[in-house]
């Protein structure tokens, strides 16, 4: 039972891991203000390509990471001033920043964020029940994390080095497949944008996934080993008697 309860522990511990590894880079400002300022081929930032100043640019990636986080209800009602005007192309003075098709479209990526908010925080209680209950057996609780993350994160990060492997041979493919994966019946009708139509496409283009991606598989990396390590080492020098037989 108590090897039960450790291996759900280790699952849990995973699941914050891969959670956390995903939300961080998502709400990373620093890295958004590092990725705006990149010149494209014709030697523009994002700013100066999409046509608005590098504070509308501010000011609208941050009401759309808010709007992620559930701390703004709708992407209506984002106006900032393009190509020094208040529209986009055919539209009318005064509309929104974000086209139809955009908002639609985060609609469904802000119900996938909301769908990890959730599982993260239901593993940070699970894990806590699990520990609880792990020392009202009388068992070590460190001991127990210590040899079932170790177990578990080893065999993940072989995963995670062959998954990265495959999507590195054909990165915009893999980005297709994603989008297949958790996009499915009417979303699946909005997420392919049209760059200078629907600006976000500009904002954010392939390049940009490509370092979240790689920014989220190093956080993984990281976290993975600073348990396996301090796990490894609580085993090597661990002599404590009590609490049950190692």
Do not use: K
Not at 148 to 171: D, K, M, Q, T
Request: hydrophobic share 50%; aromatic share 16%; net charge neutral.
């Amino acid at each position: 039972m108590r090897w039960v309860l450790g291996y759900a522990c280790a699952l849990c511990v995973l699941v914050l891991i891969i959670s956390q590894s995903v939300i961080i880079p998502t709400f990373f400002m620093p890295f958004f203000r590092w990725h705006y300022t990149q010149e494209n081929a014709h030697g523009q930032d994002i700013a100066q390509e999409i046509g608005i100043s590098h504070d509308d640019l501010m000011y609208v990636t941050t009401e759309l990471l808010a709007y992620m986080r559930g701390r703004r209800d709708t992407l209506h009602g984002i106006t900032v001033e393009v190509n020094g005007r208040t529209e986009r192309g055919s539209r009318t003075l005064g509309e929104n920043f974000f086209s139809t098709t955009e908002i639609r479209h985060m609609y469904d990526v802000r119900i996938l964020y909301d769908l990890l908010f959730m599982v993260r925080n239901v593993a940070f209680f699970a894990l806590i029940a699990l520990i609880l209950g792990i020392i009202l057996m009388g068992e070590r609780p460190l001991f127990l994390l210590s040899r079932c993350c170790r177990e578990i994160l080893v065999g993940f990060l072989g995963i995670v080095a062959i998954l990265a492997a495959v999507i590195s041979i054909n990165f915009e493919r893999s980005w297709d497949i994603f989008h297949y994966i958790f996009f499915r019946g009417d979303a699946a009708n909005y997420w392919r944008l049209t760059p200078f139509v629907d600006l976000m496409i500009n904002m954010y283009p392939l390049h940009f996934f490509l370092y979240i991606s790689i920014f989220v598989a190093g956080l993984i990396a990281v976290f993975s080993a600073i348990i396996i390590i301090a796990g490894t080492v609580y085993l090597r020098y661990d002599r404590a008697p009590g609490f049950g037989t190692p």
